[in-house]
């Protein structure tokens, strides 16, 4: 679990908490901490650029549960099937089971003291009110402090409703807001009248400090009381509160130049942050040139319109939601909606295309964050395609073109979804569909729920031959040998993947999905005891992927290099290699590869004379593995290693020792479970366990064929990245 974070962007037009000062609030800070203290749920209500977010966020890291708190940003979500997801990415929570998330979230919070911020949810609030009114039912030691224009709706549900900046205050986050436009303003009547015609909303005397460069107070007062008057009749009656803030930023948006205005109303489209490359493609033209966008870009900057933001992957850009609405409005009326979203969504096309290509590349980690970066993005892409007439072929693409999003960084169930949505429409487009087929395939084996991924398979190997697409037979063929392998039938996975190996070369397919399938047939060599082979072809697999600078199906062909080693009895090369395959697959949230990972590292760790380390390890692969699914996917072959390493430490430790070990490592969240295992530097041999040299002994005797699991529930088991390796 990770503990408090630092806030994000806010959801209802503020800007981020960590790019600007927070002024004023101080009796209210006080206020909410105590509505916080007497009640699990909480809700900050008020209009839009009240500073809802900013107020919350601020307590929120003040009132920091014991594990930790962490903010939900809902704004960019706008199917209510995928809040879920939401709340899990926040939490840093990667579940590959086919089980519902909502039990996977109980289990991740079960017994934490924990501070959950769901922001902006007004939107959601149906799905929002019966998902906390479960959690909170369920988990105790949870607290919750919602956010957003309304309440949930749910008993004892404590509201905090948040009104406007006092004038004082007002007054000071203006000059602090015209201190960062390089402006210095004094408390003067103009700019207390000014702070008064907007009612202190901070977005509202925000905007207006925004245009200092250009206008004094004065001049800002006189334009917008002129405004106000139109729209009062001419007397200096109160707008409503809501109109206020309308007022305020159409106010703004009059201010604008013609281009500003249409790159405010064109950038609506983006979902969360976009970057430069995205807002030139989908953004110019018809009246903005392609090398006019950064200029006009940097005058919303100035202008408080859009915020700046450092990431992973350089600067991005957020329009603040309240800003974002109004500039959406604005393209609606002039019926250039559905041409921008064509545009957003060629956009994502061509990334994901692209990002797919480099997969295969010395960029693959810069791929993993660019898309993690882009998912909002490429989110609103696939709802558009799979909700518009005639675009069903472009959301089957996508999905499919999202493999690696959804196998290799961590996204299996929600990948799931995306692809059994595309492949239920008929598009007309039949390489898509094929596409779309065995990746669900793919993901529904790393799931471990295999009857059906074998539908899928199936479908995907017959219309294929149909329509004579031999990239899509290839693809299927090579998952149905996956698919025997995670079921002990290697004779069978063995003829599968030389075949599909041999269909590859044919067609000059080579990329990280061929690589394994050559390590899962090092992998089947390997369980019918012909170690060289699986030594030789793995071999060859990690040359070619240093030759192509490729690190996740790399990290898969060193853990069979490892396994070999530790058969071979050079337990201190085995932990070598383990250790650079657990850190590439912990970087690229692979959980599978990293609990597979950790099961090999304790029984090296055994073999080289520390059961006791070995027995944490194996506690801390167990309180993973309900994450990816059975346990060692029910299997005699992968599960004998781990039976080996647990009879060895029993025999050291003593039955009593060993389940005290156990449940140490299973106290480990995942960081400190890698950081613990990457940090350990085994020992010198001492009463270890050899590495056999003929075959592994099976405690339930050899494995044969299985048969595939007849429910989704038997082996709910999902992986993150990669094919199961020994």
Same mark, same amino acid.
């Given at each position: 679990?990770?503990?408090?974070? @630092?806030?994000?962007?806010?959801?209802?037009?503020?800007?981020?908490?960590?790019?600007?000062?927070?002024?004023?609030?101080?009796?209210?800070?006080?206020?909410?901490?105590?509505?916080?203290?007497?009640?699990?749920?909480? +809700?900050?209500?008020?209009?839009?650029?009240?500073?809802?977010?900013?107020?919350?966020?601020?307590?929120?890291?003040?009132?920091?549960?014991?594990?930790?708190?962490?903010?939900?940003?809902?704004?960019?979500?706008?199917?209510?099937?995928?809040?879920?997801?939401?709340?899990?990415?926040?939490?840093?929570?990667?579940?590959?089971?086919?089980?519902?998330?909502?039990?996977?979230?109980?289990?991740? =919070?079960?017994?934490?003291?924990?501070? *959950?911020?769901?922001?902006?949810?007004?939107?959601?609030?149906?799905?929002?009110?019966?998902?906390?009114?479960?959690?909170?039912?369920?988990?105790?030691?949870?607290?919750?402090?919602?956010? %957003?224009?309304?309440?949930?709706?749910?008993?004892?549900?404590?509201?905090?409703? =948040?009104?406007? #900046?006092?004038?004082?205050?007002?007054?000071?986050?203006?000059?602090?807001?015209?201190?960062?436009?390089?402006?210095?303003?004094?408390?003067?009547?103009?700019?207390?009248?000014?702070?008064?015609?907007?009612?202190?909303?901070?977005?509202?005397?925000?905007?207006?400090?925004? @245009?200092?460069?250009?206008?004094?107070?004065?001049?800002? *007062?006189?334009?917008?009381?002129?405004?106000?008057?139109?729209?009062?009749?001419? %007397?200096?009656?109160?707008?409503?509160?809501?109109?206020?803030?309308?007022?305020?930023?159409?106010?703004?948006?009059?201010?604008? +130049?013609?281009?500003?205005?249409?790159?405010?109303?064109?950038?609506?489209?983006?979902?969360?942050?976009?970057? =430069?490359?995205?807002?030139?493609?989908?953004?110019?033209?018809?009246?903005?040139?392609?090398?006019?966008? =950064?200029?006009?870009?940097?005058?919303?900057?100035?202008?408080?319109?859009?915020?700046?933001?450092?990431?992973?992957?350089?600067?991005?850009?957020?329009?603040?939601?309240?800003?974002? &609405?109004?500039?959406?409005?604005?393209?609606?009326?002039?019926?250039?909606?559905?041409?921008?979203?064509?545009?957003?969504?060629?956009?994502?096309? %061509?990334?994901?295309?692209?990002?797919?290509?480099?997969?295969?590349?010395?960029?693959?980690?810069?791929?993993?964050?660019?898309?993690?970066?882009?998912?909002?993005?490429?989110?609103?892409?696939?709802?558009?395609?799979?909700?518009?007439?005639?675009?069903?072929?472009?959301?089957?693409?996508?999905?499919?073109?999202?493999?690696?999003?959804?196998?290799?960084?961590?996204?299996?169930?929600?990948?799931?979804?995306?692809?059994?949505?595309?492949?239920?429409?008929?598009?007309?487009?039949?390489?898509?569909?094929?596409?779309? *087929?065995?990746? #669900? %395939?793919?993901?529904?084996?790393?799931?471990?729920?295999?009857?059906?991924?074998?539908?899928?398979?199936?479908?995907?190997?017959?219309?294929?031959?149909?329509?004579?697409?031999?990239?899509?037979?290839?693809?299927?063929?090579?998952?149905?040998?996956?698919?025997?392998?995670?079921?002990?039938?290697?004779?069978?996975?063995?003829?599968?993947?030389?075949?599909?190996?041999?269909?590859?070369?044919?067609?000059?397919?080579?990329?990280?999905?061929? #690589?394994?399938?050559?390590?899962?047939?090092?992998?089947?060599?390997?369980?019918?005891?012909?170690?060289?082979?699986?030594?030789?072809?793995?071999?060859?697999?990690?040359?070619?992927?240093?030759?192509?600078?490729?690190?996740?199906?790399?990290?898969?062909?060193?853990?069979?290099?490892?396994?070999?080693?530790?058969?071979?009895?050079?337990?201190?090369?085995?932990?070598?290699?383990?250790?650079?395959?657990?850190?590439?697959?912990?970087?690229?949230?692979?959980?599978?590869?990293?609990?597979?990972?950790?099961? *090999?590292?304790?029984?090296?760790? &055994?073999?080289?004379?520390?059961?006791?380390?070995?027995?944490?390890?194996?506690?801390?692969?167990?309180?993973?593995?309900?994450?990816?699914?059975?346990?060692?996917?029910?299997?005699?072959?992968?599960?004998?290693?781990?039976?080996?390493?647990?009879?060895?430490?029993?025999?050291?430790?003593?039955?009593? @020792?060993?389940?005290?070990?156990?449940?140490?490592?299973?106290?480990?969240?995942?960081?400190?479970?890698?950081?613990?295992?990457?940090?350990?530097?085994?020992?010198?041999? &001492?009463?270890?366990?050899?590495?056999?040299?003929?075959?592994?002994?099976?405690?339930?005797?050899?494995?044969?064929?299985?048969?595939?699991?007849?429910?989704?529930?038997?082996?709910?088991?999902?992986? &993150?990245?990669?094919?199961?390796?020994?």
């Amino acid at each position: 679990m990770r503990g408090p974070q @630092r806030p994000g962007p806010c959801a209802d037009g503020d800007p981020p908490l960590e790019l600007t000062a927070f002024v004023g609030r101080t009796a209210e800070l006080g206020g909410l901490a105590e509505a916080m203290a007497s009640a699990r749920l909480v +809700t900050v209500t008020g209009a839009g650029g009240v500073g809802k977010s900013r107020l919350a966020l601020r307590a929120a890291v003040r009132a920091a549960a014991g594990d930790g708190v962490s903010r939900v940003e809902l704004a960019p979500v706008r199917d209510p099937l995928f809040v879920e997801y939401a709340v899990a990415e926040a939490l840093g929570l990667t579940d590959h089971t086919t089980r519902p998330l909502r039990e996977s979230l109980l289990g991740h =919070l079960a017994g934490r003291r924990f501070l *959950l911020v769901l922001d902006g949810f007004e939107h959601l609030v149906d799905a929002c009110a019966e998902l906390v009114a479960e959690l909170l039912r369920r988990l105790p030691e949870l607290r919750v402090l919602a956010v %957003g224009r309304r309440p949930l709706g749910l008993a004892g549900e404590r509201l905090f409703p =948040l009104a406007p #900046l006092g004038t004082d205050e007002a007054v000071e986050l203006f000059a602090d807001r015209a201190r960062q436009h390089g402006a210095a303003v004094d408390d003067c009547p103009a700019v207390r009248e000014l702070c008064l015609r907007l009612e202190g909303i901070p977005l509202a005397v925000e905007l207006a400090a925004g @245009r200092l460069r250009a206008l004094s107070p004065a001049q800002l *007062l006189e334009r917008l009381d002129d405004r106000f008057r139109l729209l009062t009749g001419g %007397g200096r009656d109160a707008l409503p509160r809501h109109r206020t803030l309308r007022t305020a930023i159409g106010w703004s948006h009059e201010l604008c +130049t013609p281009a500003e205005r249409l790159l405010w109303a064109r950038l609506s489209v983006f979902a969360g942050t976009f970057d =430069l490359d995205a807002a030139e493609y989908v953004c110019s033209g018809d009246g903005l040139p392609a090398e006019d966008v =950064l200029d006009v870009l940097s005058e919303l900057l100035a202008q408080s319109l859009v915020t700046r933001e450092e990431t992973a992957t350089g600067p991005r850009y957020r329009m603040l939601d309240t800003v974002r &609405a109004y500039g959406a409005d604005w393209l609606e009326a002039a019926g250039d909606t559905a041409r921008l979203r064509r545009r957003h969504r060629d956009w994502c096309l %061509g990334l994901a295309t692209m990002c797919e290509l480099d997969w295969f590349s010395p960029r693959q980690r810069e791929v993993a964050a660019r898309v993690e970066a882009e998912l909002p993005n490429l989110r609103g892409a696939l709802e558009f395609c799979l909700t518009e007439p005639q675009e069903a072929h472009l959301g089957q693409y996508l999905a499919g073109s999202l493999w690696f999003c959804w196998a290799g960084c961590g996204r299996l169930s929600e990948g799931r979804r995306w692809l059994e949505r595309s492949v239920e429409l008929e598009s007309g487009y039949e390489r898509s569909r094929l596409k779309a *087929l065995w990746v #669900l %395939g793919y993901v529904a084996i790393l799931q471990g729920d295999t009857v059906p991924a074998l539908a899928a398979l199936r479908e995907c190997r017959e219309q294929a031959e149909r329509v004579a697409d031999g990239t899509a037979v290839a693809y299927a063929e090579h998952r149905t040998g996956c698919l025997a392998l995670v079921t002990d039938d290697m004779a069978r996975a063995e003829r599968l993947l030389r075949s599909a190996l041999g269909r590859y070369q044919e067609i000059g397919e080579l990329n990280s999905n061929v #690589l394994m399938s050559q390590v899962e047939l090092a992998m089947a060599r390997a369980f019918q005891g012909d170690l060289a082979d699986a030594v030789r072809l793995c071999e060859d697999v990690r040359r070619v992927c240093e030759d192509h600078g490729e690190h996740w199906a790399r990290s898969y062909a060193l853990y069979v290099l490892a396994y070999a080693s530790w058969r071979d009895g050079d337990q201190r090369r085995a932990r070598e290699l383990l250790v650079d395959c657990l850190g590439n697959a912990h970087a690229f949230r692979d959980l599978l590869g990293s609990v597979l990972s950790l099961e *090999l590292l304790a029984l090296v760790t &055994a073999s080289q004379g520390d059961p006791a380390e070995a027995a944490v390890l194996q506690g801390a692969a167990g309180r993973l593995w309900p994450s990816v699914g059975l346990p060692l996917f029910g299997s005699v072959h992968y599960n004998a290693p781990h039976e080996l390493c647990e009879a060895a430490a029993r025999r050291a430790l003593g039955d009593g @020792r060993y389940e005290e070990l156990l449940g140490e490592g299973a106290r480990l969240d995942r960081d400190a479970a890698v950081a613990r295992a990457l940090a350990h530097d085994g020992v010198r041999p &001492a009463h270890g366990v050899p590495g056999p040299r003929g075959p592994v002994p099976h405690a339930r005797g050899e494995a044969g064929k299985r048969e595939p699991a007849a429910s989704r529930t038997r082996k709910g088991g999902e992986a &993150a990245g990669g094919v199961p390796t020994p």
